[in-house]
């Protein structure tokens, strides 16, 4: 599998944007991007994921670098409800399995 | 909507003692997982299923036993609980990778064995 890298930890403020980086620079052609994100005691939740284009949705934006060798996540506008542990993985087209990393500590001040 | 149902949510073990998970998915899904999550690290994915009847290994396989008898029941088990086995579970499931692929957690299972 593919490797990420992430920063072990980040801090924001509230209503301000995030850029939450991800490097995968052995990404293959049929690699997948995805975002998971885990609140504190809770089970991590699905934010987003992407293969080459640029993706939006309601929680959050994927901007997938032209050679995907990195991507970042946009929380256009941070609450004190996005402080979570925000994972980036790399899933193979058809794979059957997601393996999760370290992830990236983002804390949010008021 | 229920989702992912863990059962149970906490348990206490001694050295030794047997005990099993259950985790349960009301949304038809084919794929289950059970991860475990050591203080302050990643998910570890333990054991996985595509469907009824099937069971694989992941990252760290050793010591647990899965059984999916049901498409919507997952079972973890713990023969001969270790302390090294103190941790929170996490089961989760999905639609096969045709789809998002998007997986649906449950809200974890904390087990210490003392």
């Known amino acids: 599998d593919a490797k990420t890298t992430q920063p072990n930890s980040m801090e924001s403020n509230e209503e301000e944007p995030v850029h939450l980086p991800c490097n995968h620079s052995?990404?293959?052609?049929?690699?997948?991007i995805h975002w998971y994100r885990q609140l504190p005691s809770q089970g991590p939740e699905y934010v987003i994921h992407?293969?080459?284009s640029n993706v939006n949705n309601r929680m959050a934006s994927l901007a997938i670098a032209e050679d995907r060798k990195s991507s970042t996540l946009i929380l256009h506008r941070a609450t004190l409800r996005d402080a979570a542990v925000y994972y980036c993985i790399l899933r193979r087209q058809g794979a059957q399995k997601l393996v999760f990393g370290q992830g990236t500590r983002l804390t949010i001040n008021p | 909507n229920a989702g992912v149902t863990q059962t149970p949510k906490f348990r206490v073990l001694k050295t030794g003692q047997s005990m099993t998970l259950l985790c349960a998915q009301d949304?038809?899904?084919?794929?289950m997982y059970w991860y475990r999550q050591d203080p302050g690290m990643g998910l570890r994915l333990i054991h996985y299923s595509v469907g009824e009847g099937t069971t694989a290994k992941g990252e760290v396989p050793d010591g647990y036993n899965v059984s999916r008898l049901k498409k919507q029941n997952f079972l973890l088990g713990l023969e001969s609980a270790a302390p090294s086995q103190t941790s929170v579970y996490f089961c989760?499931?999905?639609?096969?990778?045709?789809?998002?692929?998007?997986?649906?957690f449950g809200e974890g299972s904390r087990l210490t064995v003392l």
């Open positions: 949304m038809n899904h084919e794929y």
């Open positions: 052995t990404i293959s052609g049929t690699d997948y």
């Open positions: 992407g293969l080459t």
């Open positions: 989760a499931s999905s639609f096969p990778v045709g789809n998002t692929g998007e997986l649906f």
